[in-house]
Every structure is written in C-alpha cells, then in structure tokens.
C-alpha cells in the first residue's frame, strides 16, 4: 500500500531520467484537421503543388501537429498532468505519412510545487531527430480516472 503521506511525484515513481514515449504516423488526415481546426492552411501543408516548389519538395506537416505527439506522450506520465510551458526547435520537416516517436525523459522536478520538466526528442522512423525541447507539467492527483493501460514509465 502506497504511503498517502509521501509527497505526491515520489508516490507516483518521479526521479530524474525517467520516460516515458507517445508514436503516431501522420496522416493526410491529421493535416486537413489540423488546419481546419487550427486555421493555419500554409499551402506547404495543405497544396501539393505549392509544397513542390519550395525547398521542402512536397508536402509537411504542421510543427504544432507534430508537437501534439509530445503533448500525448505527457499523458503517458503518472497522475493528472497540466501543461505549463512548452519549449521547442524543429530540426528536420515532418511528411506526411512518418512515423513520430515523442519521448520524453524527466530532467527537473520540484517537489514542492508538483512540477515536473521533461525533455522531449521526436524522431522519425528512420530515427533522424525531428524536433526536441523541453515542457513543464505541473502533476496533480488523479480524481476518478484511471490511466490507460498502456501509460507509465518505461522500464
């Protein structure tokens, strides 16, 4: 039995290089949602034509899109996690149709505060580094909603 006593983020297993990991392939689909939801209708993303022009040679998708993945792969942290800040560079372009791995490993924590920062490294399915940062959450108890079952640290 877990001692209720004990500061939250030990509790729920934080330490220092934890991680945890989130993978989508991004779709046509995900790109035509993004940016009807989003409104950002770059034509780089969005017209094949357009996107062959310019140095990318074809179609990408929206950084934000794929930053989302780092966004999931926080969900995969034990406890209710809120996003406070999100810090990223975008090194190589996203198309349509890659696989983006987010993982992301525990890099600071403030007990006191129940914040936590992780650095984030996405990579493709070639393993190439497409974007990294670094994002705090601040971790709170969980009220009536399970993690799913593929959530977790991974081991």
């Avoid at 792969?73 to 996203?94: E, M, W």
Wanted: glycine residues 8%; neutral net charge.
């Amino acid at each position: 039995m877990a001692d209720t006593q004990a500061p939250l983020l030990e509790r729920l297993g934080y330490r220092l290089g934890r991680k945890t990991a989130c993978t989508k392939t991004i779709t046509e689909t995900d790109v035509v949602l993004f940016a009807n939801m989003s409104g950002d209708n770059n034509p780089v993303h969005v017209r094949q034509d357009y996107a062959e022009k310019t140095f990318f040679g074809g179609r990408i998708a929206h950084g934000m899109l794929t930053l989302s993945v780092v966004s999931a792969a926080t969900t995969r942290l034990p406890g209710l996690t809120i996003l406070l800040s999100q810090q990223a560079r975008f090194i190589k372009p996203v198309r349509l149709g890659d696989t983006v791995r987010a993982e992301i490993e525990v890099s600071q924590i403030r007990p006191d505060k129940a914040i936590v920062t992780v650095k984030n490294t996405c990579t493709n399915q070639r393993g190439e580094v497409v974007m990294e940062g670094e994002t705090m959450v601040k971790i709170m108890e969980e009220v009536d909603c399970p993690l799913p079952k593929d959530a977790g640290w991974l081991e």
